[in-house]
């Protein structure tokens, strides 16, 4: 709990410090709704938004729990649009965890995502997005930083621009193949996924988001996966990005906090 309360001192000097350089400016106009810079956090995947060409993203993520793991995990996002309304992408880390004396612990990979994502079309103030995300078992199990599980989910996106906000929801199923962690064998499920956000321009440079996302157990010994997530995009130059959320854990099966710092280069 420590590491994410000196990486909330962080996140909070880093919006002060973004909020210190803005000037005053007058009323941001309707915002874009497929805007690539302004992308959501946990739910970076199941958002709507499609990359301008390539977006190039690297994390430190701390995770507090869930009991009796901890772990610190560095990440690299990438994602690609080959072709008009279609993204490419791919991310995967390398961490370590901290466990009780009883279980191990250690370091090495996480399981590797990957995805793909088309846009629809759009209405005046709409845009839908479908997408298929892969997870390969890459991760070391025995460590705690993977399942040893393969899994496939499938998802509908949508963005809805308001007045002064871009307003986001998904769903989608997922099926989990029987894996393990830390020795324990876990029985595979199709679990259920549902999630909201709002994104809101503080300014032309600076956005708050909000999100809550929920999935249903993923394997039959674990928890449901509910996360309220709060964060910060602040473009620091045409191309360059400052990210930074805090996630709460509502339910057992999710982290109790976790604390994301990035920094993306979008071209």
């Known amino acids: 709990m420590k590491t994410v309360l000196r990486g909330t001192l962080v996140l909070a000097c880093v919006l002060v410090c973004a909020a210190s350089n803005i000037q005053a400016q007058t009323p941001t106009a309707q915002p874009q709704q497929m805007f690539g810079a302004d992308r959501l956090f946990q739910a970076f995947v199941e958002d709507a938004a499609i990359v301008p060409t390539q977006w190039w993203e690297g994390q430190i993520v701390f995770f507090d729990g869930p009991d009796p793991l901890d772990s610190t995990v560095a990440m690299v996002v990438a994602a690609i649009q080959p072709r008009q309304g279609l993204e490419f992408g791919g991310r995967v880390g390398f961490g370590n965890t901290d466990a009780p004396a009883s279980l191990p612990d250690g370091s090495g990979a996480t399981d590797l995502d990957l995805w793909g994502k088309w846009h629809l079309g759009s209405t005046t103030q709409s845009d839908f997005t479908v997408g298929l995300l892969l997870t390969i078992p890459t991760g070391d199990d025995t460590a705690g930083l993977g399942n040893d599980s393969f899994g496939a989910a499938i998802f509908g996106a949508l963005r809805h621009g308001l007045n002064n906000a871009i307003f986001t929801a998904h769903a ?77 854990g509502i339910t057992d099966g999710a982290p109790d906090a976790q604390l994301i710092l990035g920094y993306a280069a979008i071209f």
């Open 172 to 248: 989608g199923l997922r099926f989990n193949e029987d894996g393990m962690i830390l020795g324990i064998p876990l029985d595979g499920t199709t679990s259920g996924i549902v999630g909201v956000g709002i994104i809101v321009p503080l300014a032309d440079r600076l956005s708050v988001v909000g999100e809550a996302n929920v999935e249903s157990e993923r394997f039959e010994q674990l928890d449901s996966d509910f996360r309220l997530v709060g964060g910060v995009n602040w473009r620091t130059s045409n191309r360059g990005t400052l990210r930074g959320a805090l996630t709460l």
